[in-house]
């Protein structure tokens, strides 16, 4: 039970200020596929293939396959669909957006040879693929008989009533040691002391009384990676490549949260009538690593393929503020807190992935990538102000383990028309005893592909889903659970010359 209450409190979705798991597993999860049409419809399997821009981010040896210069760009649409269960209330959410996924160049150079042996082609890629998407729209409502005010007490209780009221010559978030989350709620008059001891509160409600809560959290950016990339062909056996990944970050968050009383409950004798509680989170930053590829072609058809990736270092910079208010039968009251600026670094899992592809000549091909990560080796670096993290690695020692990923694909040629179908499993993060996870994410897509002597068109559609749970504020006493569908469209636009 202490593992959990340690893990709720680096975990839930109120009290972001505060750097938490969240943080690192939000920029090292990235099960999502994103990339060309082409990728994407054969569920991402392109390790041992090669030949598409993609690959510069995933085996970076692929680069060495072409035998030709190439551009592509790939715009995409995309709809997402979040169903929450509280307390025995459902609601669903949607939200959809136009992106762009991927736009390259590759330069490719043939060797001045009659025959290919030995170093045949020399190829350069530069170019720019979607890592991840954070756009998403979260509702979950309920009646409970168990409010965060309770919350708000115990995070003051300790503290001096004194020390945490806003004053003009005093400023409690700056000045004093007072939870900022506590010091809002007291000065927008939520909690109160007990009477019997000035350090210990307790909210306005009285035992038994319930509340009906409702809690939006929205999120909008994504993860984009820069790739400059080397690949080299020898004899037709043998590709090698590098990448180095520039990756851009940016994570906008806005959390809503409110309760109400119970309309039986707004008496003369308990004066609440509602709270609300908006919280607004900014991270943005760069991030850097490098990746290694191998491809062998031992026959015609068959090809292995073998990747490593470095960690991903980012140093990232956050700015927060919140907003509290309060209604009761006697007045109103509100609070805000200053505008809080931090930097840190957040270092993500290496990566290992191995790869088998078959090709029928110009029949078709299947192909299947094995991934492996481990999250427990997602860390945190020093923060601005010498922070050294301690506690939140640990936890993520302690929650998070090694996942199995696996994807999937085939394509089938008729003529200049290519038929696709793919399929991806990207393995759950967390120990299997939380209670607090997400399941393993399954994406299923498909398309097709149209060639035309030195023009091209891929299309894709991909599905994916996956669940998980999360709990409003870090005691909540009751669990939200999501499901997630989302699906994507797009569209990729080649020329070779």
Known sequence: MKKILLFLLAFSALGAMAQGVDDALRLSNQNGLYGTARYVSLGGAFGALGGDFTSLSNNPAGLGVYRSSEFTLTPSIKHRLDDTKYIGSKY?????????????LVASFKTLKEEEKGLVMVNLGLGYNRIKDFYSETTAVGGNNYSIMDYFAGMANGNDWFDMTKAEDWDPY???NAPWEAIMAWNSFLIDTTGL??????GPLFVGDGVYQDQSISSEGGIGEYTFSAGANFSNKFYVGATIGLQNVYYRQTIYYAESAYEDNVTSANLFKSMNYNQNLLVEGNGVNFKLGLIYRPTTELRLGLAAHTPTFY??????SATMSSDFNVGTASTKTPINFYDYKIETPYKLIGSVAYTFG???????????VDYSTMRFGKGGDGYRFRNENQVIKDFFTNAHNVRVGAEVWIGQLALRGGYAYFGSPYNKDMELSSSATNAFSGGFGLRMDNFFLDWAYQRIMYGDK??????????????VNQNRFMLTIGFKF
């Open 315 to 320: 140093n990232l910079d956050e700015k927060y």
């Open 470 to 483: 999360y709990v409003p504020f870090a005691t909540a006493n009751e669990i939200i659970e999501r499901d």
């Open 197 to 202: 001891n000035e350090n210990e509160y307790w």
């Open 92 to 104: 669903s959410d949607s939200r959809t957006r136009f992106m762009f996924d991927n736009i390259g």
């Open 362 to 372: 110009k029949v078709g091909l299947i192909s299947a990538d094995y991934e492996y």
């Open 174 to 176: 700056r000045q004093s």
